[in-house]
């Protein structure tokens, strides 16, 4: 295998689906685990330079693509509850016998998953990275939209796909080079089901009632043009929640959504190790 080079496991979750899992290995016995989750539209192969670089650096970086996203073919778009896909990367990590040292970095649509883990304490998740959180989005159905869902809901048990309500693929990048390869990615979901957006209200109702305040150490990193999310809403979300010398916020200017593809000197994987350390 080439120094941080990539494997790709196939993890079997408790009701029998095959989860694809990349796993970026350090050239050297690794410091900690980091079990990433992507966005509603990407997938691992989205985040590869950036997981590269963090196994360069001596972190194992496990990445799973998320049930019905990248390379699961199988129920293309679809879950059936936020805890079939928790318990999905409950899975994962068994399958690695991960000790308690380990970050979860959520991307996008993923935080909503990773905020509800840390309402629930994980004895083994020792900080948490959050890039550009899809907790609270500046997108999302109108009245009739809605309306659509809920008829599907009726009619089609939810299994009737409809598009995801992000505009194209300038609002993830400013360059042309990524809107390019996100527009031909025949990897990328443009569609989920009703069932999925429906699930995906339930995990924000969920994360509207939590309580507590959270002691896990957090590094919430935003873009400065971001378009999908609110920024500034997003902010006090955090400082709401997480106990606040735990707490690192950074924005990264002239930034869209994904700062995979516009941080071009890749400086938030530099901020990301800092705070590792």
């Known amino acids: 295998m080439n120094v941080?080079?990539?494997?790709?496991?196939?993890?079997?979750?408790?009701?029998?689906?095959?989860?694809?899992?990349?796993?970026?290995?350090?050239?050297a016995p690794y410091k900690c685990t980091i079990i990433c989750l992507h966005g509603i539209q990407s997938h691992c192969d989205w985040y590869v330079e950036s997981s590269r670089r963090l196994a360069e650096a001596g972190y194992r970086v496990i990445f799973p693509d998320r049930r019905g996203s990248g390379l699961n073919e199988q129920a293309r778009g679809d879950m059936q509850s936020a805890r079939q896909l928790i318990t999905d990367i409950e899975a994962v990590h068994s399958y690695f016998n991960s000790p308690s040292n380990v970050v979860v970095l959520s991307i996008s649509w993923g935080a909503k998953l990773a905020f509800v883990m840390c309402a629930e304490n994980y004895p083994w998740i020792s900080k948490m990275v959050f890039i550009t959180p899809g907790i609270l989005s500046r997108l999302g159905f109108g009245f009739f939209k809605k309306t659509a869902v809920v008829k599907n809901l009726i009619l089609n048990h939810g299994k009737k796909y409809m598009p995801i309500p992000i505009p194209g693929p300038e609002y993830f990048s400013k360059y042309k080079k990524w809107q390019d390869y996100i527009a031909g990615d025949k990897y990328a979901l443009t569609e989920c089901t009703a069932r999925f957006f429906l699930n995906t209200s339930k995990i924000d109702r969920?994360?509207?009632?939590?309580?507590?305040?959270f002691k896990i150490p957090c590094f919430l990193l935003l873009a400065q043009n971001d378009r999908i999310i609110y920024n500034d809403r997003t902010k006090n979300l955090f400082r709401k929640y997480f106990v606040n010398e735990k707490l690192v916020i950074k924005e990264y200017a002239g930034c869209e959504h994904t700062l995979e593809f516009d941080d071009k000197d890749f400086i938030f994987v530099d901020?990301?190790?800092?705070?590792l350390e």
């Open 4 to 27: 941080c080079g990539c494997t790709v496991h196939e993890i079997i979750a408790p009701d029998g689906y095959v989860l694809k899992t990349r796993v970026f290995e350090p050239p």
């Open 271 to 275: 901020d990301i190790l800092r705070f």
């Open 206 to 213: 969920q994360i509207s009632k939590i309580k507590q305040i």
